[in-house]
């Protein structure tokens, strides 16, 4: 009988499985998924499908950035505790394939596409052996959120076409700019022959440089690659075809020769609000932040959305995606945007962290503010 009573007893101070259930984030900590395992979805995005996020992020390994195994893939209704659903998009065996294992591999989104019927995955993609040298985007389809993804193709971006902005009398500028005369970098004279379209000249035929990257779907359902171009110095916003797949060949130049990257989007009562970063590597530096009231701009610069400590440093990470949590499980939340960043660790990738912050308004303008731990719910 007393050895029932201790059995009872030990039972009953176990916690049971929804008491172990997170209910809180807590930014730059281990975040377990279901298995307890640290989750390793890196540089990611979350889409909302039916009740159920799904968050796509890069593999990485222990000592190496390269791409060793793909896209990962994570399944949550309250978007605190997640399921690992595995490997979303594998990298392949097979030598010279563009996704061969080895290659880079970065900043994977998806967005569902209601018409096909398909999921759509982008990437940054650099070809294995190669460095940062081919900076392409890649693109992948599923008929079902968690994969697995097929591989359709890789390139370089918008061959052949101008910028919408680029009418006859920028065309005639960039006529008469001459590579030879702006080898030397950071010059005056070089910034401004950057703005008016150096790089995009030099890139024109072979396609635009594509790196760091996000997607998104505006409320007429127009989807929007927005990526890093120029040598990272100009992002690029390019509009999508009806199934997502490929450009239209339509792009726009945001804040040319401004050096942003990490680029995360979200459209607030009518106004597009677009939070990147500097290029600094895998150091983080301060956010940057800019809004225009239609996806081709004109673009406005703000301040630093971040507030405490090491706000100027984006709180140690990076941005890589906002996320829209209204409506979900998590709908008694008073916010309706978390931005979400990477904490890099380059010398132990597989140990790099996330943070995940409510996004507040102020004056009319998104604030970001570090908390230790917050309730989605709350
Ligand atoms: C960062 C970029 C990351 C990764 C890294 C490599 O600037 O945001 O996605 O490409 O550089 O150094």
Redesign the pocket.
């Given at each position: 009988m007393r050895k029932i009573c201790i059995l009872l007893a030990f039972l009953l101070a176990l916690p049971s499985a929804a008491q172990s259930e997170r209910r809180t984030v807590r930014s730059g900590e281990l975040w377990p998924d279901n298995t307890g395992v640290h989750i390793n979805a890196h540089?990611g995005g979350v889409l909302k499908y039916g009740d159920t996020y799904y968050w796509f992020g890069e593999h990485k390994s222990d000592h190496t950035?390269a791409a060793l195994v793909g896209v990962t893939c994570y399944a949550s209704t309250d978007l605190v505790n997640w399921r690992n659903c595995g490997v979303a998009l594998s990298v392949s065996d097979e030598k010279g394939s563009d996704i061969e294992r080895g290659c880079?591999l970065?900043?994977p989104k998806v967005i569902y596409n209601p018409v096909t019927k398909q999921f759509c995955m982008w990437f940054?993609l650099e070809l294995k052996g190669r460095g940062?040298d081919a900076a392409r985007y890649g693109v992948a389809v599923s008929d079902r959120p968690e994969g697995p993804y097929r591989f359709l193709y890789s390139q370089r971006a918008d061959a052949g076409t101008w910028p919408v902005e680029f009418g006859e009398k920028e065309l005639a500028t960039i006529d008469t700019l001459n590579a030879d005369n702006f080898k030397e970098q950071w010059t005056p004279a070089w910034l401004e022959a950057v703005k008016q379209g150096l790089y995009v000249k030099r890139d024109f035929g072979t396609g635009q440089m594509s790196?760091?990257m996000t997607l998104f779907v505006d409320d007429d359902g127009k989807a929007y690659h927005i990526f890093?171009s120029e040598d990272?110095l100009t992002l690029h916003i390019a509009e999508l075809t009806g199934d997502y797949l490929h450009h239209t060949g339509h792009y726009t130049r945001l804040a040319p020769a401004g050096h942003n990257?990490?680029p995360a989007i979200f459209k607030h009562e009518g106004t597009y609000w677009m939070i990147t970063?500097g290029?600094?590597?895998?150091d983080p530096n301060e956010a940057r932040m800019f809004s225009a009231t239609s996806i081709w701009g004109p673009w406005t610069q703000h301040p630093n959305p971040c507030r405490g400590p090491k706000a100027e440093l984006t709180f140690g990470g990076?941005s890589t995606y906002i996320l829209e949590i209204v409506n979900s499980k998590s709908s008694n939340s008073r916010y309706r945007w978390v931005f979400m960043a990477?904490i890099?660790r380059?010398r132990h990738p597989s140990d790099a962290r996330y943070i995940w912050l409510p996004i507040e308004f102020e004056d009319g303008k998104p604030v970001i503010r570090w908390r230790d731990e917050w309730d989605l719910c709350e």
């Open positions: 540089g950035s880079i970065e900043r940054h940062y790196r760091d890093s990272n990257e990490a970063s290029c600094t590597g895998w990076q990477d890099w380059p």
